[in-house]
């Protein structure tokens, strides 16, 4: 089962290798779904030596005050033969087999991060080492718990340690080794402490206890590491560090193990649980727990994945592809987004997409309502008709029928159209526009920044043509009702001397309310006539110049002169935005991390 730490350990490096260590993402991080050891414990509680002793190597930096600023993910694979050595993941081609000079590295990475302070940082320094002195085993060492700032730090430092702890132990699938040295009250302990916050039950908390050898005479850890005082679901450890002495005289790793078993088997408090103690137990504990918890997270991880992996294909259609370099790319990739925004226009229109049923509304209602606000019958007042009448006779009156009148009359009323008729032309090229602002921001043009202005620009300038010629014809038709009247009309009206006016009669009976009020009902029959006949040519004539020109040719004068644009030009046309442009080469990566975890983890599985 050694494949199945080997296989994280794989996974949480391409993890940190992508920023993928835990941060708040946009989307789930594979780096929380991986069981994971987190070593916490405060200050001078000897974390840094049960480490150095699980490893067997003196590497971690020393000092006073908080010395770990940065979380450490240090990963242990065992090798069968061979010499020992360290790879850091920011210096992937240089191995370290001096761990002295890990100690360094470890303090000058914290620094390039952080500054020559004492400030913290919750980005992760990786480390791997590869020894046959080892168990495959991934450990996550945090900065010591403390209460107190010193001087050069924040006064908010001790709650920033603490949120940084707590938000990598209080994830279920974090195994918390919990650091406590014996000779203090474990009732003051800031690792059981917080610990017991995020786990009350003690369902993934490991109990270290260290300095068993430091107690007062006469004390003992026994309650504890049997799990009488303070009971954990799985049974205490403790451990014997090595002394300052030993540290300054670089007492070798492998001699302390042996003294520290010889102590545990020889005192008469402890002997019972010699077998149980020790650090080499506590890492052979630890790899074989940490195993059972991956083997138990397969399924989950694999239901993660294959998730993610779907969010993060359906993110990068959804971000488009990446932009080829060549003339010929660049421009095959402007015209296909430019026709794609053309499709959708167009779809817009015809019902595929909502929003073309407002060009019906305009017809079917704003149209209809603004030819009825005109109010004919008002126009045609006794008093208008009697004025126009009689002046269109001159100084002749009129013999039979005063045509000219009737003439003026109509002309004066179906002049009055064009305000409707101008009204629904430029309803309607509103309506095109928002149609255009719309299928823009469906599209990938909403990326491209100047792509964007170019062709929401062209667009609207060949819809302003198309309703400059929606106007013309469109009043020519009103014009036309004027310049022509429809003969028929009159000639099916009855024909009797007193509507038509006898000769023999006087003039002044010509002009008589009787005879006005005839001619004026008259001319509004004739003008709602016309009326009802525009309101159905009107839609007609608008269709036809806007909005199939539109479905036609929207775009017609913008791919010819994109045809003549040099490379620099297409270029500038496809300005995206860097942060999209990165957004999607992490995507991509992401992507990729994910697909090949999926692959690796199917392995496992059928494996087991």
């Not at 043009?445 to 620009?457: A, F, H, I, M, S």
Request: aromatic share 6%; proline share 4%.
């Amino acid at each position: 089962m050694d494949n199945l730490i080997t296989l994280v350990n794989k996974i949480q490096r391409a993890c940190t290798a992508l920023g993928d260590h835990g941060e708040e993402s946009a989307l789930p991080t594979l780096w929380d779904s991986l069981p994971s050891i987190a070593v916490v414990g405060g200050q001078s509680s000897g974390k840094s030596s049960v480490l150095e002793s699980v490893v067997g190597k003196d590497f971690l930096p020393r000092g006073s005050g908080i010395v770990t600023r940065r979380p450490l993910v240090l990963q242990l694979h065992k090798i069968q033969e061979g010499k020992e050595y360290a790879e850091f993941m920011h210096l992937p081609r240089k191995r370290f087999n001096d761990f002295a000079a890990v100690r360094k590295e470890i303090s000058d990475e914290t620094d390039r991060e952080t500054g020559r302070s004492k400030a913290i940082s919750t980005v992760p320094i990786h480390l791997s080492i590869f020894s046959p002195n080892v168990v495959n085993l991934t450990l996550i060492d945090l900065p010591g718990l403390t209460k107190v700032a010193v001087d050069g730090q924040p006064e908010s430092i001790v709650q920033d340690i603490e949120n940084m702890v707590r938000s990598y132990i209080e994830k279920p699938n974090c195994i918390i080794l919990a650091i406590s040295p014996a000779n203090q009250d474990l009732a003051t302990s800031d690792a059981i402490k917080i610990s017991r916050e995020v786990d009350p039950r003690g369902d993934r908390t490991f109990g270290v206890l260290t300095k068993i050898d430091l107690m007062d005479k006469g004390t003992d850890a026994v309650d504890i590491l049997e799990g009488k005082s303070y009971k954990l679901r799985y049974p205490w450890i403790g451990v014997v560090n090595r002394s300052q002495a030993d540290i300054n005289k670089s007492v070798d790793m492998i001699a302390a193990r042996r003294r520290e078993h010889e102590y545990f088997k020889n005192s008469p408090e402890y002997g019972h649980l010699t077998d149980r103690m020790g650090s080499e137990y506590l890492g052979k504990v630890l790899s074989k727990h940490l195993e059972t918890v991956i083997k138990s997270r397969i399924p989950g991880l694999q239901s993660l994945i294959s998730k993610t992996i779907s969010e993060l294909e359906a993110e990068l259609t959804r971000l488009g592809k990446p932009i080829a370099n060549d003339a010929g790319g660049k421009l095959y990739t402007t015209m296909e987004i430019s026709r794609a925004f053309d499709q959708i226009f167009k779809e817009h229109l015809d019902g595929v997409r909502p929003g073309g049923d407002k060009i019906y509304g305009v017809f079917d209602n704003q149209l209809p309502a603004g030819l009825k606000r005109l109010q004919f019958d008002k126009h045609l007042s006794m008093d208008n008709v009697r004025k126009l009448i009689t002046e269109a006779d001159g100084y002749q009156p009129h013999l039979i029928a005063p045509e000219q009148g009737y003439r003026r009359l109509i002309e004066s009323c179906l002049v009055t159209i064009r305000g409707p008729a101008e009204a629904a032309v430029d309803a309607i090229h509103g309506i095109l526009k928002e149609l255009v602002q719309k299928s823009i921001s469906e599209t990938e043009l909403k990326q491209y920044p100047t792509l964007r202005v170019e062709v929401g620009n062209a667009a609207i300038q060949s819809l302003e043509r198309m309703r400059d010629e929606s106007r013309r014809a469109t009043l020519q038709l009103v014009d036309m009702e004027c310049c022509y009247l429809t003969v028929e009309f009159f000639r099916k009206l009855p024909q009797d001397a007193e509507k038509g006016g006898n000769p023999t009669h006087s003039i002044f009976d010509r002009y008589s309310d009787t005879y006005l009020r005839r001619i004026g009902s008259t001319v509004l029959s004739y003008v709602n006539m016309v009326c009802a006949s525009l309101r159905h040519s009107i839609p007609k004539s608008v269709v036809y110049c806007q909005v199939r020109e539109a479905k036609r040719s929207l775009l017609d004068y913008f791919f010819a002169e994109l045809g003549k644009k040099e490379i620099k030009q297409l270029s500038s046309l496809l300005d995206e935005d860097p942060a999209v442009m990165q957004r999607r080469t992490n995507l991509a990566k992401r992507l990729e991390l994910y697909r090949s975890a999926q692959s690796e983890i199917e392995m496992v599985a059928w494996d087991k």
